[in-house]
């Protein structure tokens, strides 16, 4: 099958990298093209024309492709590259900083092997990021919206990253960035990131990233030092079901009024489960918490108090064949406090949500 939850591999697929393109090959080269396609609606608020706090498959109402792209991959012995050219209300949304050409590219670096005794590779470029669970692939993903996590964290990366085999079980990465979610740095520092992979078996992987820069910039001038840790674990224990658990804190330093520094935070948790029905048919689930209690990443559409809210998801999943899958998700918004606006546009504590979709991919 084409995607993670009726994946029938030996071994789990990190979904958390954009790594799993199908397509045709053609001596080192592959090349597959992507389409996702939705249709979603606030069963809430007729008002808004895209969902709240959200920044992929959110518009309102209308049919829209999400993401379509084509992926052109080579891998040689020494060298390699890809590059996914890519339009949607995803590459709007997540790429809206950047200038000319780059506001079209979902990826597009090349690598060159340092050592083929330990495979220690190096590419450059813009890279997929490692950062939670999830990726802007959908039909790599449990549901098919993707939760809090990678939303507020980068779906992308720009700079080096050093693949360091470690042993047969452990694979560590270096990151050297422009910087969070940048193409075209920012601020006038490089910032750092790591990536640790273990898979003590068939069954099971865990993922343990890092990342630490200066987010000053003429966009945030009062940001200073931002750490962030993420750990998220997948299992797979037959080849019905799918498990996927990830949290994640982060810690911003800020320029206050009276001119300190103040460190805040912003955090997520969320739990993720498919199980197969019945042939190509099957179920997933979500539940997820997410907290920013002093605004580092978001800013309320109410006079909110800090942002705290759950998250219920529920999505049918048929793959029609290989190459084509549609899914079906509600989802249902609950914040601990009112950062929601109701029918008469007055603040709420929820948000009722519901999308369907096609994913091609050839």
């Not at 996914?84 to 979902?106: D, F, H, R, W």
């Not at 910087?179 to 750092?192: C, D, H, T, V």
């Not at 910039?217 to 299992?235: A, Q």
Request: glycine share 6%.
């Amino acid at each position: 099958m084409c995607i993670a939850i009726l994946n029938s591999n030996a071994q789990v697929v990190n979904t958390g990298i954009n790594d799993t393109a199908a397509g045709k090959s053609i001596g080192k080269f592959k090349v597959s093209s992507y389409l996702d396609t939705y249709w979603g609606t606030d069963f809430q608020n007729q008002v808004h024309t895209t969902v709240p706090y959200t920044v992929s498959m959110n518009t309102i109402n209308q049919p829209k492709i999400n993401l379509a792209m084509i992926d052109v991959r080579y891998q040689g012995e020494k060298y390699r590259f890809k590059i996914l050219p890519g339009i949607g209300t995803y590459m709007k949304a997540n790429y809206s900083n950047e200038k000319g050409i780059a506001q079209y590219i979902v990826e597009a670096n090349a690598g060159v092997l340092l050592s083929k005794k330990k495979k220690i590779w190096l590419d450059a470029g813009i890279l997929s990021s490692p950062y939670t669970n999830e990726s802007a692939i959908s039909k790599d993903q449990l549901l098919y919206t993707r939760s809090f996590g990678p939303e507020y964290a980068p779906y992308y990366l720009t700079g080096f990253k050093l693949s360091l085999p470690i042993h047969s079980t452990i694979n560590l990465y270096l990151y050297l960035i422009n910087g969070w979610q940048e193409i075209k740095r920012q601020g006038n520092s490089l910032a750092f990131g790591t990536q640790v992979e273990y898979r003590p078996n068939d069954k099971n992987l865990f993922n343990w990233n890092t990342y630490l820069g200066n987010e000053s910039s003429p966009l945030t001038p009062n940001y200073r030092t931002r750490f962030f840790t993420d750990f998220y674990w997948l299992y797979n224990p037959n080849k019905k079901m799918s498990i996927a658990l990830s949290a994640y804190w982060g810690s911003q330093q800020r320029i206050n009024a009276s001119g300190k520094i103040s460190a805040d935070s912003w955090g997520q948790m969320n739990l993720s489960m498919s199980y197969v029905l019945y042939k190509n048919w099957s179920v997933s689930a979500r539940v997820e918490r997410f907290i920013d209690p002093t605004l580092v990443m978001i800013s309320p559409i109410t006079n909110a108090n800090g942002f705290r809210t759950n998250s219920f998801s529920t999505c049918l999943n048929w793959a029609i064949n290989k190459n084509i899958l549609w899914r079906t998700e509600c989802r249902l918004f609950n914040g601990s406090n009112a950062v929601y606006l109701n029918q008469q546009n007055l603040p709420s504590n929820q948000l009722t949500w519901g999308l369907t979709s096609i994913v091609v991919q050839f």
